[in-house]
């Protein structure tokens, strides 16, 4: 059974650095064509992709927010981390971590984490 | 970035309705296109992907159409469990975009 799970802080304060886990069971994060991703959401607003990291270490990200996003994986551990800097009341909201598929060109979300909330307040 | 958009915004149906939601592009995406239900307070969930393949486990009243800029989300004999709020996504180009979302209810 695939699952994801994300962690981390509930509320971080204006300029501080987000740092989210995701632990990821039922597959692999360095075999087959699978990845994961992190999308969030404001409260009431739609989904916004943020960041995706593949099996193969190929990682894409979001171009307005490059400079703030660094994704990584810890094959050992079945993680992914998202560190998103310098973090705005604009970055309230749900945050994701999902798996992808892929083949070739296509690509889903197929599998999602429950998501965490995040507030940024000072 | 492609922008989508999605139409109608929100809609009501009943009970054994069946009822259709459009999304569409700002330019070409052949049939690279996902939808995806988000039930209240829950995360999204996989329904459709390359625009008319259904996901495995998905139930048969979700079916999806369209290639290019246009397509359609259709879901047949309304259900109370299909209350949710539909989204699409293309993955024709970087950055992955969603659609703002259609709300369902019941």
Redesign the interface.
């Known amino acids: 059974q695939v699952t994801l799970m994300e962690s981390g802080p509930v509320l971080v304060k204006p300029t501080e650095t987000l740092t989210l886990t995701c632990n990821v069971s039922g597959f692999s994060l360095s075999s087959g064509r699978l990845g994961v991703?992190w999308i969030r959401q404001p409260p009431g607003k739609?989904?916004?992709?943020l960041a995706h990291i593949y099996s193969n270490d190929e990682i894409?990200y979001?171009?307005?927010l490059k400079s703030r996003l660094t994704i990584s994986k810890d094959t050992s551990k079945s993680q992914v981390v998202l560190a998103m800097t310098n973090m705005a009341p604009a970055d309230t909201g749900t945050y994701?971590c999902?798996r992808i598929r892929y083949y070739e060109?296509?690509?889903?979300?197929?599998?999602?984490?429950?998501?965490t909330i995040v507030t940024v307040s000072s | 970035?492609i922008q989508m958009t999605q139409s109608p915004s929100s809609l009501s149906g009943s009970v054994g309705d069946t009822v259709t939601i459009t999304c569409q592009a700002s330019q070409d995406i052949s049939n690279?296109l996902?939808w995806?239900q988000q039930k209240p307070g829950?995360?999204?969930?996989?329904l459709i992907?390359?625009a008319f393949n259904l996901?495995t486990g998905v139930t048969w009243r979700f079916s999806g159409s369209g290639s290019g800029t246009d397509f359609t989300l259709t879901i047949r004999t309304l259900q109370p469990e299909d209350v949710a709020t539909y989204?699409c996504?293309q993955?024709?180009n970087?950055?992955?975009?969603?659609?703002?979302?259609t709300k369902l209810d019941i």
């Open positions: 991703t739609a989904l916004e992709w894409s979001r171009t307005s994701y999902a060109r296509r690509k889903a979300f197929d599998t999602w984490g429950q998501g | 970035d690279y996902n995806y829950k995360a999204p969930k996989l992907h390359d996901e989204y996504q993955y024709e970087l950055p992955l975009t969603f659609g703002p979302g």
